[in-house]
Structure formats: structure tokens, C-alpha cells
């Protein structure tokens, strides 16, 4: 059964019952700390991050107490910008816009050095005209992104899918990063995963698995 997670209503009404606290969907800046370092350094100068889909998140505070500069949030929930915006007004590194992830025509070509996406391409695939939804979606991020930028996209999409989805009418080069949902109770077993290690993939998008599926993907894509 589809949803209107397109929808920008379906937002509006599900924030206005929610508290004013925050909820990172998927994972939290902390955890994906290393990744971004590796791939978008905070030490780099006027570096511009877009996050699509920011909702509520915790995640680009982190970014800026990190030592982000530039970070640009956008949501489709009018109710939920506006919460933000009085939740930051005291952070100068963040600006939060209302604005649909599949038009994004205030934003000139080329003017991001990275695209974060945590849950958004999966929101719109739950939701109605999910195929035609991603696509502009997708074309809109490639379109903003600078050429060398890259789209961290972390879903729960596996590769044999979401792959082909990246891949269908745009030129990415794009590496897969694996990181469990959850740490484990005994840190002695430590992490599945390292995050910062691409995991090698085969021709038809397969991997080697550790038998382990409670993991979040990571495609790291960067714009040729």
C-alpha cells in the first residue's frame, strides 16, 4: 500500500502532532561522522552541503559543531521548516527552506559541493507515482550538484536495486558503504562493518555479506 509521502500535507499534519523535540531517521550524525569526513572534510573551505528531507533532524547541528559552514536544509512541511528555523535561529551555518526535493528551481546548477539524503529517495519510492517521484528527484540532485560533488544517499535499499536505480539515466561513480543499524550490545564483538572501507561489489551488484542483514547502505555517488 502506497503513501503520501509526497506529499506535502501528509507532512504538515504528521509534525503538527509531533513534539518539538528531534528524530534523525536511519542513523545520527555521530555515527556517520567518519564517512563525511572522508568524503566531504570539514577542514575543505567553503564547502555548500545540501540535506534533502531534514524533517526534524538532529543531523546538521552535528554537521555545524562539527565545523560545517555552509549547510543548506530543505523540506517539503512548511510546519516543519518553520519550527526549525526558530530552533536555529541562533546557528549562522544553517538555513532551513521550504522546498519540494523534485523541483528545486531556486538552487542554480552546480552550486552544491554535496547532497545528503537520509531516507528521502526511500520516502518518495513508498510513495504514490514513486518511479516518476524518484527520477525527478534524482535529476534535480544531480542538476545542483557541482561536477566532482557527490550524493551520499543512505537507505535501506540494497544494491541489486537501488543501483540500478542510480544508475538508470545518470553517470555516477558510485561507491557502496555498509554500517550496522545498531551497535552491539557487546562492543568486544566490535562492528560488522568498517563504514570508511568501500565494500567491493560484483558485476551484477552483489556483495559479499556477513551474514548480517539489520545494516543502512551507503552509496556515496559522485557527479562526473
Not at 87 to 114: C, N, Q, R, W
Not at 154 to 182: C, M, N, Q
Request: with cysteine; hydrophobic share 35%.
Amino acid at each position: 500500500m502506497t503513501q503520501a509521502y509526497g506529499e506535502a500535507w501528509y507532512w504538515d499534519k504528521r509534525y503538527a502532532k509531533e513534539s518539538t523535540g528531534s528524530f534523525d531517521w536511519y542513523q545520527k550524525y555521530e555515527s556517520m561522522a567518519p564517512l563525511l569526513h572522508l568524503y566531504i572534510p570539514p577542514t575543505t573551505t567553503h564547502q555548500r552541503v545540501l540535506v534533502v528531507g531534514c524533517g526534524n533532524s538532529a543531523f546538521s547541528e552535528g554537521m555545524s559543531n562539527d565545523g560545517y559552514t555552509n549547510i543548506v536544509n530543505i523540506d517539503i512541511s512548511s510546519v516543519v521548516i518553520e519550527a526549525m528555523q526558530k530552533k536555529y535561529s541562533d546557528y549562522p551555518h544553517l538555513k532551513y527552506i521550504e522546498m519540494d526535493v523534485t523541483d528545486m528551481k531556486p538552487f542554480e546548477d552546480g552550486s552544491f559541493d554535496a547532497v545528503i539524503d537520509k531516507g528521502t529517495l526511500d520516502s518518495l519510492l513508498c510513495g504514490h507515482n514513486s518511479k516518476a517521484n524518484a527520477a525527478k528527484m534524482l535529476d534535480e540532485v544531480q542538476r545542483v550538484l557541482k561536477k566532482g560533488g557527490v550524493y551520499i544517499l543512505i537507505t535501506y535499499g540494497v544494491p541489486t536495486y537501488r543501483l540500478r536505480l542510480l544508475r538508470e539515466s545518470h553517470s555516477w561513480a558510485i561507491k557502496l558503504h555498509v554500517i550496522d543499524k545498531f551497535l552491539p550490545v557487546d562492543n568486544s564483538k566490535g562492528k560488522t562493518w568498517e563504514l570508511t572501507c568501500p565494500v567491493p561489489l560484483n558485476s551484477d551488484g552483489s556483495f559479499r555479506e556477513s551474514g548480517n542483514r539489520d545494516v543502512h547502505y551507503i552509496y556515496v555517488c559522485t557527479k562526473m
